[in-house]
């Protein structure tokens, strides 16, 4: 049951949830804030001691988690995720197909970009979210129906900003959501995304970074911020919000929705 709890956040009690790319940023965060609300937590990451470690922070804080080394771009990693979730926890409620890489170097343009570039980035943005979707829906089928996609895109795949690769894997993105939304409607299966804007203190801009810094610097993201009306940068907490929203039973009546987590910038 996911209704309102103390304070206005949702309540996930007993709820199951694999989150990918749960090692850094949007993941980590929505890890600790879904098992916050009661959640249990799948931390699925290629990057295994990230995972872990995510898990670990939810542990410490009291909730329910394990990591799970999940190469998204693989479907057997992909199918394992989901199999570990209802193994242990006893079923899938809620897939969170979050994974994603960058624009391999900021800024690069269209004729810059080489085909193993290509093939990353499709292969993790776009392949990795097809398989959590297709996967995730056979099994909601497999327990009778019901369940809650969201995805990660961006604003990248709604207007043209943010690499001309890494928005094209973002528009698939996008537009899967909307499409499985309609297919699964009748199931009572819900499939939303959330599209964050430029995040500047999570991983995902870190080649842009120091060495073994995380994020930018303090003058980059306020900068990235500045490209936004609201003027603030966008953390991975808004996002892991927004998420925690559109998976919960608030959201009943929502599917099919690109929602912006942009400060207003996709609306001026
Ligand atoms: N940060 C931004 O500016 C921004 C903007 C718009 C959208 N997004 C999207 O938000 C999502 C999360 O990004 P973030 O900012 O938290 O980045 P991040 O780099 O902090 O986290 C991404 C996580 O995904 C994992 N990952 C990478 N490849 C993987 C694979 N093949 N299989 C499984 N996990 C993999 C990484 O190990 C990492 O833990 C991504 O989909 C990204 O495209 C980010």
Redesign the pocket.
């Known amino acids: 049951m996911t209704s309102e709890g103390q304070g206005g956040a949702p309540v996930f009690d007993g709820k199951v949830i694999v989150i990918?790319?749960?090692?850094?940023?949007?993941?980590?965060?929505s890890a600790l804030a879904f098992a916050a609300c009661g959640a249990h937590v799948v931390c699925?990451?290629?990057?295994n001691a990230?995972?872990e470690e995510t898990a670990r922070q939810v542990l410490g804080a009291g909730g329910t988690a394990l990591g799970q080394l999940?190469?998204?771009?693989?479907e057997d990693?992909v199918v394992e995720a989901i199999r570990v979730a209802v193994d242990t926890f006893g079923r899938l409620d809620i897939m969170f197909n979050?994974?994603?890489?960058?624009t391999p170097r900021p800024g690069m343009g269209l004729v810059d970009h080489t085909f193993e570039d290509w093939e990353r980035l499709v292969?993790?943005?776009l392949r990795?979210v097809f398989f959590g979707m297709k996967h995730s829906v056979a099994q909601f089928r497999r327990q009778g129906g019901g369940g809650v996609i969201v995805n990660?895109?961006?604003?990248?795949g709604i207007v043209g900003w943010?690499g001309t690769v890494?928005g094209a894997t973002?528009g698939g993105?996008n537009q899967m959501t909307k499409a499985v939304a309609i297919e699964c409607a009748a199931e009572d299966i819900r499939v939303n995304a959330?599209?964050?804007?430029?995040?500047?203190f999570?991983?995902?801009?870190?080649p842009a970074a120091a060495e073994g810094s995380?994020?930018v610097d303090r003058a980059v993201g306020d900068a990235?911020a500045q490209m936004h009306p609201l003027g603030r940068p966008?953390t991975?907490e808004d996002?892991a919000a927004a998420a925690m929203f559109l998976a919960s039973d608030e959201a009943r009546n929502i599917t099919g929705v690109l929602l912006p987590i942009d400060g207003g910038y996709v609306a001026r």
């Open positions: 990918t790319g749960a090692g850094s940023g949007v993941g980590r965060a699925a990451d290629v990057n990230w995972a999940c190469d998204v771009t693989k990693d979050n994974a994603g890489v960058a292969a993790i943005n990795g990660t895109g961006s604003v990248a943010g890494y973002k993105v959330i599209c964050p804007a430029g995040m500047p999570t991983n995902f801009m870190a995380t994020g990235v966008i991975a996002c």
